[in-house]
């Protein structure tokens, strides 16, 4: 089998409706830094304005987009309502480095006044503690000020070499099997 020369998907470039309030927001509850901050057309070929934003030493995580002469509509809170439009995404995720940085995390959100718009939730039919969905992992989704769905996660079920899943305690789920290997 031939090595996949691509290891990661490694950041997101978030659109966003106003800069400072984004910012404010990344940095208060994920405790991201700010790399660099660059004007619409200070590079003529990049008509917006980038916030590059860190978690850790790498350049940056996320880069939050604003363009300044676009007009937004607001993004509906509830998924199900987000009957319209251009295609979108549904959420994307933090990963902690374990349940104890997760709960942490959880009640940071809770102690700023995030509302939890799903969870805590243990996504898995295999786990006693499940809800029946994909995954193996526990997490809970808050939304951005922009409402863009963020999940904050913990435990993420790997995938063996013959395609059985583990959980996070290195147990494998001999009925869980990735569809590709």
Partial sequence: ??????VRMQHLALEVTDMERSIAFYRDFLG???SERHSAGEVEAIPVELCFMRLGPVHHDLVLVHNPGKTYAAR???PADDNAGQPSFHHYAFECRDREAWLATLKKAEDIGLKVVRGPVVHSPWDPRGDGSWGENESFYVLD???HRIEIFCDMAEIA????????????????????V
Avoid: H
């Avoid at 089998?1 to 691509?6: A, D, F, L």
């Fill in 145 to 147: 000020p922009d409402n």
């Fill in 161 to 180: 070499a013959d395609g059985v899943y583990i959980n996070a305690r290195g147990e494998r789920i001999e009925e869980a099997r990735a569809e590709e």
């Fill in 32 to 34: 991201m830094k700010l």
């Fill in 1 to 6: 089998m031939t090595e996949n020369p691509v």
């Fill in 76 to 78: 509906p809170a509830n």
